[in-house]
């Protein structure tokens, strides 16, 4: 099995782990908690009391809907942070 059919192998299969959905998007776990919370992934327990299990056509959905990067994004400069001390001496 060549590197580029195992890194597709989740595509052929109904349900995916949350920790393999998490590495397939590059996210945590827990951004894929909160993904199955909003609505933007489905999941299935399989047996009662069993992990919920991310349903591989709601994630190829989640990227299918996501909108392509545009260059000028990546180039432009984040701002500072900027921190304010206020000082009251009433």
């Known amino acids: 099995m ?3 059919d ?3 192998a989740w595509r052929r299969q109904e349900f995916v782990t949350q920790s ?3 590495a397939i998007l590059g996210v945590s776990p827990t951004w894929i908690y909160d993904a199955l919370v909003t609505g933007a992934l489905e999941a ?3 047996k009662p ?3 919920p299990m991310i349903t591989v056509s709601s994630l190829k959905e989640l990227i299918d809907r996501a909108r392509p ?3 000028a994004e990546l180039r432009k400069p984040r701002a500072a942070a900027e921190l304010r001390l206020i000082v009251s001496n009433a």
């Open 2 to 4: 060549s590197p580029t």
């Open 6 to 8: 195992h890194d597709m």
């Open 20 to 22: 393999t959905a998490a």
């Open 44 to 46: 299935r327990r399989l």
């Open 49 to 51: 009391g069993g992990r």
């Open 69 to 71: 990067v545009v260059l």
